[in-house]
């Protein structure tokens, strides 16, 4: 499920039978505990957190969550470099929970294995997640600025996906951001839009895929009901997959999402 998704804080949190994963804590703690109380989930089965990248919208309190419960913090060294130098994150890891993966080997937590992919972006490094259960595989990716060869065949890998529709073209452009703004956020190491996360789906995805999030939409730039339509419309003439029956759904930016079942 997700507590969060935009540029005002991510996290989002998947688990089976009492071992559950953070990733990304961009949510505050008390918001974080509150949603674990009000959905009859307990912080004690937080294991462990995976982070995406350095920015403060998805890392500011992961100090305080892995002090407040003992839990390592997974991350490319450049991440956790990243982590340490910025200034929004007040509580910085333990260097006793602080744990270096590397992009493209597999580490096994709990009954998942778990590997990271490079996404490009504006940070000083940024990773999705392919996490492996039962023979499923979900997959998320955020902050995307393009789709490379890389994130295609994890696409087409995935039976559920977490993908980035940050923004309407037609809505950036003729908003009030300033040029050099909308310049970044529509770049090569920007932000995916809608269309292009349609098209990256369109491209790659096979007819595993069963279920689609649509993650990190802008406040300013999107609208959730825009962001759906606009994928939905872009999969219709798909012909590697079903797109009728391929569930899409939006994860709203500042409250939680129901509990999703991924099912073998």
């Given amino acids: 499920m997700s507590f969060g998704s935009g540029s005002c804080g991510n996290c989002y949190y998947i688990g089976y039978d009492g071992f559950g994963i953070l990733i990304d804590a961009g949510i505050g703690i008390r918001k974080l505990k509150k949603y674990f109380s009000d959905y009859g989930l307990s912080l004690n089965d937080i294991k462990c957190v995976l982070v995406t990248h350095d920015h403060a919208d998805h890392v500011k309190t992961v100090g ?11 991350a490319t060294a450049k991440v956790h470099e990243g982590i340490g130098k910025n200034y ?3 509580k910085k890891i333990d260097i006793a ?10 580490f096994v937590l709990g009954d998942f294995i778990v590997s990271a992919f490079h996404i490009p972006h504006d940070s000083l490094d940024n990773v999705g997640f392919e996490i492996k259960y039962g023979g499923l595989v979900f997959c998320l990716m955020t902050d995307i600025g393009h789709v490379t060869e890389d994130l295609g065949s994890k696409i087409a890998e995935a039976d559920y996906l977490v993908i980035e529709a ?8 003729t908003g009030v951001y300033p040029d050099y703004l909308k310049k970044r956020v529509s770049g090569g190491t920007g932000h995916l839009s809608n269309k292009q996360c349609a098209d990256a789906i369109l491209n790659n995805a096979t007819d595993k895929l069963r279920h689609v999030w649509l993650c990190h939409l802008s406040q300013e730039n999107n609208h959730p009901e825009l962001a759906r339509k606009t994928v939905e419309l872009g999969l219709k003439d798909a012909v590697r997959f079903d797109a009728e029956k391929l569930c899409v759904d939006v994860l709203r930016r500042n409250a939680p999402s129901e509990i999703f079942e991924i099912t073998v």
Avoid at 64 to 72: D, E, G, Y
Avoid at 168 to 173: A, K, Q, T, V
């Fill in 64 to 74: 305080m969550v892995s002090k407040m419960l003992n839990v390592p913090v997974y």
């Fill in 88 to 90: 929004c994150v007040k």
């Fill in 97 to 106: 929970n602080v744990r270096n993966i590397c992009q493209g080997e597999d």
């Fill in 166 to 173: 940050n923004y309407d073209e037609e809505m950036l452009w």
